[in-house]
């Protein structure tokens, strides 16, 4: 596929995928379990409930009795999707998760909704730009982050498939549904558009920027390779690095603290194989703040503008 | 089942280990060990219907989870005895490339575990979710057990769960907390007092058993019985066991300065003297 093959066929909240995926799940393996820290509308299980109300756990404001719960409901083969927004799923239950979910090697799937800037009014204490850096670092913990209605439905099916730990990550606002409806493939990047002059790697809400991104320098007559990287971990490490290897230069785009996330991963890649000039479309070292979603992403350097400046940057320093 | 004759042999036989092990390598806990011996003892040679032929989902058997994972000593000893794996690898508690960790560790595979624990007061939390899995599972009627510190119970997470145990009717559960008043900075009055605890558990909903001498085997054995008995009837059953830390060992008892430390050589000839071999000593390392 290329650029002109992503079409855009409406406009939905990721989350909304998540909601449509699980009930799927629902229908389709019984051993599936949602639970929600009083959150379920907003993490879309309204329909899951109704359709499944014994295998719903409605546990309160506890998030770390959830992930615990969640836990322990694999000994038995239950397959628990514990969900609340991504700061609570996270940071305040990091230790939680780092013992009963990832050591004791548990099958949970943790699903984040809210994560990154496009919370939006709720602000800095909800807007977490540091859980991809926090849960990659788990061992064996599976980092996801899909970018729009039909690549977050596939994923929650996938996951559900895949036996071990998985931290699924997405989020609140409308956002272009471009995506096909196609089966998601853990840890396998995918190209969107083949291209000889640069790479931007991109995930979640920023394909749909670096989308915008690569055809604005494609008509300015650039070659843009654009790869969204889903899976943060594993890393498809072969398609970055034939893809570099290649354009000689790169730019990632990510909604989060450029310390921690997908960037790092991949400037670390790339320094131990072959070094080559990388930017970062991120956010630099900062909290958020309560704004609508679309002036965060201009204040905090997330929008289409930026990866074109940043595309720009890293040609510039090629050798 | 074993009568309580035996049941005492055996509990002199897990203590000799707990001390021999945490001298081998001079380190790990043999206070809340050596407290919780009975209990251990009873649960496992006389309350749990269990197979030692482990499988991570224990599908229709009786589950233990221990939320105080420093106390592993004990589990690991029983766990041996039980026939979940020899003995002789006891004597590789906290050593390198040992499947016995220094707290509880599913990650080596060691047959019996099913969660790591450690970091305090995430048990309960992964015991409702077994006994969840086994309601969901609806042909498994088995029971699920735990077992706390009474420090731990400090911990927010843990009222999380006592809480949501009762409001979802979780009563295939029996938690057990190891009311020993000690905890590594001293009393847990003192530290942190729960103020009138049974009173708590009654208020959130649990039925509640108190076993004034949790060392006593009888005793012990009893409240087992009786707590599974209260089991099925719509609401969790807790078990507050009052024990010595330390117990079975003079030196040590009631002193909480033995939450966590060995017994030099000295020291371990002094209490193994006081705590017969009745089924062998594991082979040292
Ligand atoms: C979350 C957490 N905080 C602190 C510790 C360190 N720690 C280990 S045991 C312990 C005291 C526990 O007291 P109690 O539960 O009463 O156990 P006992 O001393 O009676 O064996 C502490 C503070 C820990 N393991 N986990
Ligand atoms: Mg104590």
Not at chain 1, 211 to 234: D, F, M, W, Y
Not at chain 2, 106 to 133: C, D, F, K, M, N
Request: charged share 20%.
């Amino acid at each position: 596929m290329a650029l002109q093959d992503y079409v855009t066929t409406g406009n939905k909240d990721t989350r909304s995928g998540f909601g449509a995926g699980i009930l799927e799940l629902g229908k389709t393996n019984p051993n599936v379990v949602a639970l929600c820290a009083d959150l379920a509308g907003s993490l879309k299980l309204d329909d899951f409930i109704k359709a499944f109300p014994e295998r719903y756990v409605q546990v309160g404001i506890a998030e770390a009795n959830m992930i615990g719960i969640a836990a322990g409901l694999t000994i038995g083969g239950k397959i628990p999707f514990a969900t609340t927004f991504a700061n609570f799923a996270t940071g305040r239950v990091y230790d939680q998760i780092r013992q009963s979910v990832a050591y004791s090697k548990k099958n949970v799937k943790i699903a984040a909704s809210h994560a990154g800037l496009t919370l939006g009014e709720d602000g800095a204490t909800h807007q977490i730009l540091e859980d991809i850096g926090l849960m990659q670092m788990l061992p064996g913990m599976v980092v996801i982050n899909p970018c729009d209605y039909n690549q977050t439905k596939a994923a929650t099916i996938a996951v559900a498939e895949y036996v071990g730990p998985v931290y699924l990550r997405f989020g609140r606002p409308v956002w272009p549904i471009f995506m096909p409806d196609e089966k998601f493939v853990i840890g396998k990047a995918i190209v969107m558009n083949e291209g000889k002059d640069v790479t931007i790697f991109a995930t979640g809400h920023l394909v749909w920027k670096s989308l915008e991104a690569a055809r604005q320098l494609e008509a300015e007559g650039l070659s843009v390779e654009l790869i969204n990287i889903h899976t943060i971990k594993p890393l498809d490490e072969e398609a970055i690095l034939r893809s570099v290897a290649k354009t000689k230069c790169a730019v990632v785009a990510e909604e989060h603290n450029r310390i921690g996330g997908l960037g790092s991963s991949i400037a670390s890649l790339l320094a131990h194989n072959t070094p080559a000039p990388l930017e970062y479309v991120a956010v630099n070292d900062h909290f958020g703040e309560s704004a609508t979603p679309a002036q965060l992403m201009t204040k905090y350097g997330l929008d289409t503008v930026n990866v074109v400046e940043a595309v720009k940057k890293v040609m510039g320093r090629k050798g | 089942m074993a009568s309580v004759e035996e049941l005492k042999n055996i509990a002199s036989q897990v203590r000799r280990d707990i001390v021999r092990m945490v001298n081998a390598v001079n380190s790990g806990h043999p206070g809340g060990s050596l407290g919780c011996t009975d209990f251990m003892v009873a649960l496992y040679f006389n309350q749990m219907n269990h197979n030692k032929n482990f499988t991570m989902d224990g599908l229709g058997e009786d589950l233990f989870f221990l939320s105080n994972g420093h106390i592993c000593p004990v589990w690991y000893s029983v766990l041996a005895h039980a026939g979940y794996f020899e003995p002789s690898e006891l004597a590789t508690f906290r050593k390198l490339n040992s499947r016995v960790q220094g707290h509880p560790a599913t990650a080596e595979h060691l047959p019996g575990i099913r969660s790591a624990a450690g970091s305090l007061g995430q048990g309960l939390s992964v015991a409702i979710g077994a006994a969840l899995a086994k309601k969901l599972n609806k042909e498994d009627k088995s029971i699920v057990y735990t077992l706390h510190g009474d420090g731990e119970f400090q911990e927010g997470q843990i009222w999380e769960a006592l809480m949501f145990a009762p409001h979802h009717k979780v009563d295939n559960l029996i938690a057990t907390i190891d009311y020993n008043n000690k905890q590594i900075d001293g009393d847990v009055d003192q530290v942190l007092s729960h103020r009138d605890l049974k009173a708590k558990l009654h208020e959130f909903g649990w039925d509640v058993i108190e076993v004034l001498d949790g060392n006593n085997m009888e005793a012990i054995t009893a409240a087992l019985a009786d707590a599974k008995s209260r089991t099925g009837k719509g609401v969790p059953v807790f078990i507050m066991m009052h024990t010595v830390m330390g117990k079975g060992v003079d030196f040590m008892e009631n002193e909480h300065k033995w939450h966590g430390t060995a017994p030099n050589a000295e020291q371990t000839a002094a209490a193994l003297a006081q705590l017969p071999e009745t089924l062998g000593d594991y082979k040292a390392g």
